[in-house]
């Protein structure tokens, strides 16, 4: 190869580098092309996460001296509505948590009937999208018993997570937290609706008077404040269509990573 | 006659002239080309070194919406091994510390606070470190795993070959004399004296230590670190953050891995330009690297 040639070959190679500047990237952050490649990689990687993982395996659980003293709570720390406050001011009694869409039995049940229902606890590490973690004790209802008692019809495919805490300005169109997962994880034995954090009623910063556990996933897509489970069987046309309240800005729908 | 003498008639070379050709690693007497790299070791040579920049600026983003380390599984956010963090002044403006431990520094400008676009902002890393530059997390982390997926494939590729091909065995492990080696060669690198001619063909010992660390020891460490990050590997394999000593320990380690990588890559460039940029850079492109033949050998 000629000298000249292999310099501009170099040349060539250099200005290519280039349109991957930091600019470059910025760019292409912001191309739908683009981002279609990356939610693409998303798929395969939930694909390839489920394939070790399978629908049983169990995330880590601590024993009591690993809970965290302090225990971070992020997101909404008070939903702050009238509505929300007048049921901290009688102490939840009227909320309800009911399961509908897809199920032959829908179901509405207040705190103390979720209480009567057998329960599991488990010590588990809380891990935040942003990279922290904290490890906390949860006691709840394991959300596969409600959902047997629910019966989900066959074409029931995602359980949509509805919640209290308002996430936008006063006086815009009213948009709450809710969050969706697969119903494979959702009958996941350490999916649980919890009611009780560390021993203690769940506290209004952490979700009182009930949140969703579902320990192999990331904290977004435990959702607090909880009061409507709806089975679906797609989510498209729900909000954004993204699922979730932070997948509709953006966050990958695959909590699990 | 000597080689020396078949060179057109020329001055004398001046000492800038000759800096810069050896700087190029162009041999000034006659040289040969010996095929030092494979296309499979060029192609997964490029493709790595993008996907080790994409890894390290969106890891670097990802980073920025929780600027601490800790150790343990949980995170004591009380005493953070390492935190940059910023202070808004009286006046408006921006302090930027880095903490190691109980100590701090100001390192307003680059850590802890840095301008974007301008406007003075508490960010941990600046701007111009981090993929995408605006502090947008959702983005960091698609760019990161997509990127993850490009990087462990290429990686595992690169093992196949080095095995099946017997460049790990022919050309990374070392010999006896390679270690009997090593003080002198510690030496001749502190000197920036390297190997030229034929003691070229082969990587020294240093050269096969500093490779086969990184192939063998900082590679694999990142992407395990990596996984055990996500929980629902975590799940799939409860060694992982037992291994490491909990998730934030692994969090801590991966961190460290990302600056080995850059500290590999500085020193890596440095040595590349300070033994011959250009014959180097062509023998990653094309293969081919020139060796000077010794006057009397021709």
């Known amino acids: 190869m000629a000298e000249q040639t292999r310099r501009s070959f170099a040349a060539r190679t250099l200005a290519a580098a280039g349109t991957l500047s930091l600019g470059g990237c910025y760019d292409l952050s912001q191309k739908k092309w683009f981002t279609d490649i990356l939610g693409s990689v998303e798929v395969l990687t939930r694909r390839a996460q489920h394939l070790f993982a399978g629908p049983h395996t169990l995330a880590p659980e601590y024993s009591k001296a690993d809970i965290a003293p302090v225990f971070r709570a992020n997101g909404t720390l008070d939903p702050g509505t009238p509505d929300y406050a007048a049921h901290v001011a009688n102490g939840f009694r009227d909320w309800r948590v009911t399961v509908t869409g897809l199920v032959e039995k829908p179901l509405s049940l207040s705190m103390a009937e979720l209480r009567a229902l057998p329960s599991r606890t488990q010590i588990t590490r809380h891990d935040c999208v942003e990279g922290w973690s904290c490890i906390g004790e949860w006691k709840g209802t394991p959300l596969a018993l409600l959902l047997a008692a629910a019966v989900p019809k066959p074409a029931a495919r995602y359980a949509v997570f509805y919640c209290a805490d308002p996430m936008t300005a006063e006086g815009d169109p009213e948009h709450y937290y809710y969050e969706s997962l697969p119903l494979s994880e959702a009958v996941h034995p350490q999916t649980i609706l919890a009611y009780e954090m560390n021993g203690q009623t769940l506290p209004v910063a952490h979700g009182a008077p009930v949140r969703l556990r579902a320990e192999r996933q990331l904290g977004y897509k435990q959702p607090k404040y909880l009061q409507r489970i709806d089975l679906v069987e797609d989510f498209s046309r729900i909000e954004g269509g993204k699922g979730g309240y932070w997948e509709d800005l953006g966050y990958t729908w695959y909590g699990g990573i | ?298």
């Not at chain 2, 599984?73 to 202070?87: C, K, M, R, V, W």
């Not at chain 2, 100001?106 to 605006?134: C, V, Y």
Request: aromatic residues 14%.
């Open chain 2, 1 to 298: 006659m000597t080689d020396h003498a078949t060179d057109l008639p020329s001055p004398p070379a001046l000492p800038a002239k000759e800096l810069a050709l050896k700087a190029l690693g162009v041999p000034r007497g006659p040289h040969y080309f010996f095929y030092r790299h494979s296309a499979w070791v060029r192609a997964a040579h490029w493709l790595n070194a993008l996907c080790l920049a994409v890894m390290l600026m969106s890891g670097l983003a990802i980073f920025n919406a929780h600027p601490a380390l800790y150790l343990g599984n949980g995170s004591d956010f009380e005493h953070p091994i390492l935190s940059l963090t910023a202070q808004q002044n009286n006046d408006g403006s921006v302090t930027g510390y880095t903490w190691i431990g109980e100590h701090f520094f100001n390192t307003t400008g680059i850590l802890g606070a840095s301008r974007e676009d301008g406007q003075w902002m508490a960010r941990g890393f600046p701007s111009w470190a981090t993929l995408p530059g605006p502090q947008w997390l959702a983005m960091g982390r698609q760019w990161h795993f997509a990127f993850a997926w490009i990087l462990v494939l290429n990686g595992l590729l690169f093992f196949a070959y080095g095995l099946w091909s017997g460049h790990f065995r022919r050309d990374l492990t070392p010999t006896r004399k390679d270690i009997a080696d090593l003080p002198h060669e510690i030496a001749q690198h502190a000197r920036l004296h390297f190997p030229h001619g034929e003691a070229a063909r082969h990587y020294n010992a240093l050269q096969k230590l500093a490779y086969a660390s990184v192939i063998f020891g900082l590679g694999p460490l990142v992407v395990l670190t990596g996984l055990t990050m996500s929980p629902t590997m975590d799940a799939a394999f409860p060694i992982l953050p037992w291994i490491f000593g909990g998730r934030q320990t692994a969090r801590t380690i991966h961190f460290v891995c990302a600056f080995s990588f850059l500290a590999f890559f500085l020193v890596h460039i440095a040595m590349v330009v300070l033994s011959g940029s250009w014959n180097n850079i062509r023998s990653m492109i094309t293969g081919w690297y020139a060796i000077g033949k010794e006057p009397g050998h021709g």
